[in-house]
């Protein structure tokens, strides 16, 4: 069965870090385009940003761009997002998901063809 897991969320001060990491079971990631996406309370979920099965192509929302970046290590079949100076309105479930087009890399793109089950990201003082 394929699977996406998504782990390293948590509760962390405003200002600080978290890097959250997606990996795959039943299946490997590397020739998968990979989306980071995010739903708060209340809220719609909304594309954070994406990469492509190379990394050549990546995208990042208006609203974490400068502090979050994603990266991919294909040889771990893992993709990473690593948040910097969090703030309160980051606080979200964040779910990872994969698109077998290999460049497929929207911001906002929910035709994904796997998800995982999202891991809580809270940014609290």
């Known amino acids: 069965q394929l699977q996406l897991v998504e782990s390293g969320g948590g509760l962390v001060q405003p200002g600080g870090s978290l890097r959250l990491s997606c990996a795959a079971s039943g299946f490997t990631l590397d020739s998968y385009a990979i989306g980071w996406f995010r739903q708060a309370p209340g809220k719609e979920r909304e594309g954070v940003s994406c990469i492509s099965s190379s990394g050549g192509r990546i995208k990042y929302a208006e609203s974490v761009k400068g502090r979050f970046t994603i990266s991919r290590d294909n040889a771990k079949s893992t993709v990473y997002l690593q948040m910097n100076s969090l703030k309160p309105e980051d606080t979200a479930v964040y779910y990872c998901?994969?698109?077998?087009?290999?460049?497929?890399?929207?911001?906002?793109?929910?035709?994904?063809?796997?998800w995982g089950k999202g891991t809580l990201v809270t940014v609290s003082s």
């Open positions: 998901a994969a698109h077998t087009v290999q460049t497929m890399c929207v911001i906002d793109y929910y035709g994904m063809d796997y």
